[in-house]
Nanobody, 123 residues
């Protein structure tokens, strides 16, 4: 079992930056792939970014060039650096972990989820 706890959300003006953290416990973090997803009211949760156990990353087109996913295995923590934020980035952001360590953009392939953290970008 893996427990994930997100932090770092908040309110920021358009063009600003935030860094989300996702601290994991309960299983060898380095063996897991990590992903970030987000949900806005009335919409399904959507893929944002993923990093596999080897450090390879993949991003949704909507955030490519603005967001950076990373991980610090000794700290059991993953990160999502969000720059040049736009109002349409406003959402609850969730981190997720996937056994097997390989990237996935599919929500259903992730085994563990955090509780979510709110990000609000004002115009």
């Amino acid at each position: 079992q893996v427990q994930l706890v997100e932090s770092g959300g908040g309110l920021v003006q358009a063009g600003g930056s935030l860094r989300l953290s996702c601290e994991a416990s309960g299983r060898a973090f380095s063996s897991l792939a990590m992903g970030w997803f987000r949900r806005t009211p009335g919409k399904e949760r959507e893929f944002v970014a993923t990093i596999n156990r080897y450090g390879a990353t993949y991003y949704a087109d909507s955030v490519k060039g603005r967001f950076t996913i990373s991980r610090d295995n000794p700290k059991n923590t993953g990160y999502l650096q969000m720059n040049s934020l736009k109002p349409e980035d406003t959402a609850v952001y969730y981190c997720a972990a996937k056994i097997g360590g390989l990237n996935s953009v599919r929500e259903a392939e992730y085994d563990y989820w955090g509780q979510g953290t709110q990000v609000t970008v004002s115009s």
